[in-house]
């Protein structure tokens, strides 16, 4: 088992600048897709300077071969069209998925202009079964869209901040004084429908075969927030602060530049990530006597002074930007166990750690212990 090997959630797509700042600590990162990606296009990592599975793509529950041709056809509709009975489509969709369980003649006329006729006759629960599976790769479909089109939106952001720190490096040479500071980057808006989302994955937790992991990664505050929820809502308390680790991120240089020095990095910073490895084992596979107290943690942590000084030398902050890696732990359960996941293998663990990635400025949870 390798604890940092995350699954990254709740997105089922990654951007190019969130890939290789996660690179610069974890090894691999799971990601779930709702269907195989037929499209190049919206690969969900290709990053240059990182090895080829540095994302290890899984489908939790497969399309059947009946399915992936009305489905795959349903989604190139969706994105050529978005509007008319796709946008009624949508609604529907979202609104069943809302209000799960009913079912009305809408719901079972999608149903039947998906599936063929077959020539043999499906049993109701089969075909609840199979709506509610393609309604849920349908919202997680649909949620890929938007945030496919908040990530260009946020790259064509960065390209003009860019251009505005060079004027500004230019106008404070001319004039000889200080120029007005750069604006922060902008990081993309968090999308609507959390709840929506949250909720189909669920589905394909429930019926998938997902392998438990004992850490997952996230770059969604609201996300992390259901997960908060749900766990408070089991056991009674919030989830623990662990700690919190500076991340470096490409999103104020060039990501070609970023991930040259991504090697380099990794190898300064690999006994680091050997200690992190051992610490939060040791965390994980402690056995909780009593949830509502707070975690004992174990002698020997990682050296934050070196990764902190490993950071400053190899991505200067006048370059390159910060982010923050905020760990917390989830005692006495699983991710799994939360998301009343039936199949796959059970948590090789005791506890869960949610890792969140927050900017520097964002005050969102409480401080670490």
Same mark, same amino acid.
Request: aromatic share 6%; with cysteine; net charge negative.
């Given at each position: 088992?390798?604890?940092?090997?995350? =699954?990254?959630?709740? *997105?089922?797509?990654?951007?190019? #600048?969130?890939?290789?700042?996660?690179?610069?600590?974890?090894?691999?990162?799971?990601?779930?897709?709702?269907?195989?990606?037929?499209?190049?296009? #919206?690969?969900?990592?290709?990053? @240059?300077?990182?090895?080829?599975?540095?994302?290890?793509?899984?489908?939790?529950?497969?399309?059947?071969?009946?399915?992936?041709?009305?489905?795959?056809?349903?989604?190139?509709?969706?994105?050529?069209?978005?509007?008319?009975? +796709? /946008?009624?489509?949508?609604?529907?969709?979202?609104?069943?998925? %809302?209000?799960?369980?009913?079912?009305?003649?809408?719901?079972?006329?999608?149903?039947?202009? $998906?599936?063929?006729? #077959?020539?043999? /006759?499906?049993?109701? *629960?089969?075909?609840?079964?199979? $709506?509610?599976?393609?309604?849920?790769? =349908? +919202? $997680?479909? $649909?949620?890929?869209?938007?945030?496919?089109?908040?990530?260009?939106?946020?790259?064509?952001?960065? #390209?003009?901040?860019?251009?505005?720190?060079?004027?500004l490096q230019q106008l404070q040479g001319e004039t000889g004084g200080a120029a007005p500071s750069a604006m922060p980057p902008r990081r993309p808006t968090v999308t609507a429908g959390m709840e929506n989302r949250f909720r189909a994955w669920k589905t394909l937790f429930k019926y998938g075969k997902i392998d438990d992991s004992p850490v997952w990664v996230s770059v969604r505050p609201d996300g992390a927030d259901i997960l908060f929820r749900i766990h408070e809502k089991q056991f009674g308390h919030q989830p623990f602060p662990l700690m919190e680790l500076p991340l470096p991120t490409p999103?104020?240089?060039?990501?070609?530049?970023?991930?040259?020095?991504?090697?380099?990095?990794?190898?300064?910073?690999?006994?680091?990530?050997?200690?992190? %490895?051992?610490? =939060? %084992?040791? +965390?994980? *596979?402690?056995?909780?006597?009593?949830?509502?107290?707070?975690?004992?943690?174990?002698?020997?942590? &990682?050296?934050?002074?070196?990764?902190?000084?490993?950071?400053?030398?190899?991505?200067?902050?006048?370059?390159?930007?910060? *982010?923050?890696?905020?760990?917390?732990?989830? @005692?006495?359960?699983?991710?799994? %166990?939360?998301?009343?996941?039936?199949?796959?293998? &059970?948590?090789?663990?005791?506890?869960?750690?949610?890792?969140?990635?927050?900017?520097?400025?964002?005050?969102?949870?409480?401080?670490?212990?």
């Open positions: 088992m390798d604890i940092l090997a995350p =699954l990254y959630f709740p *997105d089922s797509l990654i951007d190019r #600048s969130t890939s290789l700042s996660l690179a610069a600590l974890f090894n691999h990162l799971r990601i779930l897709r709702p269907v195989a990606e037929t499209d190049p296009a #919206s690969g969900s990592c290709n990053d @240059p300077g990182m090895d080829a599975d540095f994302c290890q793509v899984q489908i939790p529950c497969p399309l059947q071969e009946d399915e992936q041709q009305g489905f795959q056809q349903m989604i190139k509709e969706i994105r050529t069209q978005g509007d008319g009975f +796709i /946008t009624q489509l949508k609604m529907m969709t979202i609104a069943s998925m %809302t209000a799960p369980g009913k079912r009305d003649e809408s719901s079972q006329s999608i149903l039947s202009a $998906l599936f063929p006729a #077959s020539g043999k /006759t499906r049993e109701t *629960d089969e075909q609840n079964l199979r $709506l509610e599976l393609w309604q849920a790769r =349908l +919202i $997680l479909k $649909l949620a890929e869209i938007v945030d496919m089109a908040d990530s260009q939106l946020a790259e064509q952001l960065g #390209s003009l901040e860019g251009f505005e720190s060079d004027m999103k104020r240089a060039n990501p070609e530049e970023f991930a040259r020095k991504l090697p380099l990095f990794r190898q300064e910073t690999r006994q680091f990530r050997q200690q992190l %490895t051992s610490f =939060l %084992t040791r +965390i994980l *596979d402690q056995k909780v006597q009593d949830p509502l107290l707070p975690p004992v943690l174990p002698d020997g942590g &990682p050296d934050l002074h070196h990764w902190q000084e490993a950071i400053d030398h190899i991505f200067p902050e006048e370059q390159f930007g910060r *982010d923050r890696l905020s760990l917390n732990l989830f @005692p006495g359960t699983s991710f799994g %166990t939360l998301f009343n996941k039936k199949n796959g293998t &059970p948590s090789p663990c005791n506890n869960g750690i949610l890792a969140l990635v927050l900017p520097v400025s964002d005050d969102s949870l409480p401080p670490s212990m």
